[in-house]
């Protein structure tokens, strides 16, 4: 028998750009798909406002580093960082995930 989060979390290693942009997306995007926040920047718990210049960071963020990958400009990174978190995910073939 597992304790409560037993076999629940697993890891594999990030080796495109695409997989890392979807990644980021999906930790920004899981607040609003539990259901408990209606916009992505009505969580506090998550680093989405913070990323944007909404709030402060709670923690050391990687901020500009993550805001590089859309645009060496800050300002066009933060827009086109907006429009591509509240994107839908492109369809797939859905992974497999351990038990």
């Known amino acids: 028998m597992n304790h409560l989060f037993g076999k629940r979390y697993w890891s594999r290693r990030i080796k495109t750009d695409a997989s ?13 798909r539990a259901g408990v926040a209606q916009t992505l920047d009505g969580y506090r718990w998550t680093s989405y406002a913070a990323t944007i210049g909404l709030a402060l960071a709670d923690i050391k963020l990687a901020r500009d580093e993550v805001l590089r990958f859309f645009s060496r400009s800050e300002s066009r990174a933060v827009e086109t960082f907006r429009w591509f978190c509240s994107a839908s995910p492109m369809i797939g073939p859905v992974r497999w995930q351990p038990p």
């Open 20 to 32: 890392l942009w979807n990644v980021v997306r999906y930790i920004v995007q899981n607040p609003r």
